[in-house]
């Protein structure tokens, strides 16, 4: 499906701790990140840039598709646990739309990967992400029409945001 | 290591992920801000009076409460109280409404105005 690999090695082949290292320091730097941007003083509380996005961005273009998944996984999971929020209504909201917003890029990298840039992938994602976190909201916890006037509110953040973590994500493929 | 392919310049995909957020903008803001009122009714309740108005015909409506008598206009698809008996008037201050689940209420003359849409469900927690 995916071109031939980029770090040939396979994890449990001779060079696999090569592989490991790299998913341990892209989480670390994700969840470095993502805590980071939750120290930033915000006049909304779901206002956010989505760096550690960024992160999964540059991913995509040194690892498998499966290892990327256990990234995303295990960043939000850690970053949760040291931000307090692990299993509470936010945790639930960010595993949500850490995920979906995973598969869409993965699909988007792999298949469409010719007409899209790491920009574009990646407002896709902040969209996808979102889109997910609202329709989650509306059907666990509010369960109202209402909360579809958030939507022109979140789609301008999440292009926003997206663009500029698209933009950190090329610099950070383009300069490591 | 080596880097699979650079992806650096803008390609066309991005520019339709890009309409398509900008169009989700446009579209759900317009109908935030325009199509609200169709169909729409407006409420009156009082302790000895309730009915219920087309937003769209131009009315005056007295209602009767404790203290008198508050008037509460219907016009060009907007409501407001032009007239009441209270001490502070907040429900005049309160202005002109023209959106489902917007409200008017006046305690001291215990009035409640509100337009309400169809298969509109809103509970405390939205509001």
């Given at each position: 499906?995916?071109?031939?690999?980029?770090?040939?090695?396979?994890?449990?082949?001779?060079?696999?701790?090569?592989?490991?290292?790299?998913?341990?320091?892209?989480?670390?730097?994700?969840?470095?990140?993502?805590?980071?941007?939750?120290?930033?003083?915000?006049?909304?509380?779901w206002?956010r840039?989505g760096?550690?996005n960024?992160?999964?961005?540059?991913?995509?273009?040194?690892?498998?598709?499966?290892?990327?998944?256990?990234?995303v996984?295990?960043?939000t999971?850690?970053?949760?646990?040291?931000?307090?929020?692990?299993?509470?209504v936010t945790f639930v909201l960010s595993v949500s739309g850490a995920l979906s917003s995973f598969c869409v890029m993965?699909?988007?990298?792999?298949?469409?990967?010719?007409?899209?840039?790491?920009?574009?992938?990646?407002?896709a994602g902040a969209l996808t992400s979102n889109m997910t976190q609202l329709l989650i909201v509306n059907a666990l916890f509010?369960?109202?029409?209402?909360s579809y006037?958030f939507i022109?509110?979140l789609t301008?953040f999440a292009?926003?945001?997206g663009?500029?973590?698209?933009?950190?994500?090329?610099?950070?493929?383009?300069?490591? | 290591?080596?880097?699979?392919?650079?992806?650096?310049?803008?390609?066309?995909?991005?520019?339709?992920?890009?309409?398509?957020?900008?169009?989700?903008?446009?579209?759900?803001?317009?109908?935030?801000?325009?199509?609200?009122?169709?169909?729409?009714?407006?409420?009156?309740?009082?302790?000895?009076?309730?009915?219920?108005?087309?937003?769209?015909?131009?009315?005056?409506?007295?209602?009767?409460?404790?203290?008198?008598?508050?008037?509460?206009?219907?016009?060009?698809?907007?409501?407001?109280?032009?007239?009441?008996?209270?001490?502070?008037?907040?429900?005049?201050?309160?202005?002109?409404?023209?959106?489902?689940?917007?409200?008017?209420?006046?305690?001291?003359?215990?009035?409640?105005?509100?337009?309400?849409?169809?298969?509109?469900?809103?509970?405390?927690?939205?509001?």
């Amino acid at each position: 499906m995916y071109k031939k690999s980029y770090i040939s090695e396979s994890i449990r082949g001779a060079g696999g701790r090569r592989r490991l290292f790299y998913i341990a320091f892209l989480a670390t730097m994700a969840i470095f990140l993502a805590i980071a941007e939750h120290m930033i003083p915000k006049p909304l509380p779901w206002m956010r840039i989505g760096l550690a996005n960024a992160v999964t961005l540059y991913a995509f273009t040194i690892l498998r598709p499966k290892e990327v998944f256990f990234l995303v996984l295990s960043r939000t999971v850690a970053a949760s646990l040291l931000l307090g929020s692990f299993l509470s209504v936010t945790f639930v909201l960010s595993v949500s739309g850490a995920l979906s917003s995973f598969c869409v890029m993965c699909l988007l990298y792999l298949f469409f990967g010719r007409w899209f840039s790491l920009v574009g992938i990646s407002v896709a994602g902040a969209l996808t992400s979102n889109m997910t976190q609202l329709l989650i909201v509306n059907a666990l916890f509010i369960q109202s029409d209402l909360s579809y006037y958030f939507i022109p509110i979140l789609t301008g953040f999440a292009l926003a945001g997206g663009i500029l973590s698209g933009l950190f994500g090329r610099f950070l493929s383009e300069n490591i | 290591m080596t880097v699979k392919k650079k992806r650096t310049r803008l390609r066309p995909g991005d520019c339709a992920i890009v309409a398509i957020a900008v169009s989700l903008i446009v579209v759900f803001s317009c109908r935030y801000f325009f199509a609200s009122s169709g169909g729409a009714r407006i409420e009156i309740t009082a302790p000895s009076y309730d009915d219920s108005f087309s937003l769209e015909e131009n009315r005056v409506v007295d209602v009767s409460g404790p203290l008198g008598i508050t008037r509460v206009v219907i016009r060009d698809g907007e409501v407001w109280v032009s007239e009441s008996p209270c001490k502070q008037k907040i429900c005049v201050k309160m202005g002109h409404k023209h959106r489902v689940g917007d409200q008017i209420i006046c305690i001291p003359n215990r009035v409640l105005v509100e337009i309400v849409g169809k298969g509109e469900q809103v509970d405390g927690i939205a509001r």
